[in-house]
Antibody, heavy 120, light 109 residues
Framework: QVQLQESDPGLLKPSETLSLTCTVSGASIGNYYWTWIRQSPGKELEWIGSIYYGGSANYNPSLKSRVTISTDLSKNQFSLKLHSVTAADTAVYYC??????????????WGQGTLVTVSS | SYELTQPPSVSVSPGQTARITCSGD??????AYWYQQKSGQAPVLVIYEDNKRPSGIPERFSGSTSGTLATLSISGAQVEDEADYYCYSTDNSGPPRPVFGPGTKVTVL
């Protein structure tokens, strides 16, 4: 079955860069769209961005200036970089699969999530 | 920016039907999806494309839409259905932008 596992970035200080990797098993990175979503302590879910292998990434306009999502087919992984983090970026970060992408994106398999804390 | 609106909480007695609504201006043209999230766990897809159930989701979960309103119904609610439920859809302008509703806490007691 499809499984996704986020890496654990630990504690970050303000202005640092958040780097996360999602390792996928049971599905090929090359065949689907892949997404990062985060959930704030207040429980709001926020789409960060999505990517299709070999294609360009789409980002949430509110984060676009700070976000990069990329894929690594050889490792069957995809990654997130969020630059210049602040306390407002403290959240649980999830990676997820989007089976269709295009005009009807949604997320059918999720990782367990990893807590990212930004604090000085 | 596009928003989806849900009630903060819904309470239901075991065996009764819980209904959770989600309002959004683009719902007449865009599919609605529903996610269940239990405490400390990742969200789980329970309804996709307005009214379809993924494999493994109990039949008591159903979805419907009417105009700008989508509804998730839990028929014969069970204690294990107690969770946060999020509706999800996309906006109707330009490239589709994923949007989640604020979530509804369902209490079964």
């Amino acid at each position: 079955q499809v499984q996704l596992q986020e890496s654990d970035p630990g504690l970050l200080k303000p202005s640092e860069t958040l780097s996360l990797t999602c390792t996928v098993s049971g599905a090929s990175i090359g065949n689907y769209y892949w997404t990062w979503i985060r959930q704030s302590p207040g429980k709001e879910l926020e789409w960060i961005g999505s990517i299709y292998y070999g294609g360009s990434a789409n980002y949430n306009p509110s984060l676009k200036s700070r976000v990069t999502i990329s894929t690594d087919l050889s490792k069957n992984q995809f990654s997130l970089k969020l630059h210049s983090v602040t306390a407002a970026d403290t959240a649980v970060y999830y990676c997820a699969r989007d089976p269709y992408g295009g005009n009807s994106p949604y997320f059918d398999h999720w990782g367990q999530g990893t807590l990212v804390t930004v604090s000085s | 920016s596009y928003e989806l609106t849900q009630p903060p909480s819904v309470s239901v007695s075991p065996g009764q039907t819980a209904r959770i609504t989600c309002s959004g201006d683009a719902l007449p043209k865009k599919y609605a999806y529903w996610y269940q999230q239990k405490s400390g766990q990742a969200p789980v897809l329970v309804i996709y494309e307005d009214n379809k159930r993924p494999s493994g989701i109990p039949e008591r979960f159903s979805g419907s839409t009417s105009g700008t309103l989508a509804t998730l119904s839990i028929s014969g609610a069970q204690v294990e259905d107690e969770a946060d439920y999020y509706c999800y859809s996309t906006d109707n302008s330009g490239p589709p932008r994923p949007v989640f509703g604020p979530g509804t806490k369902v209490t079964v007691l």
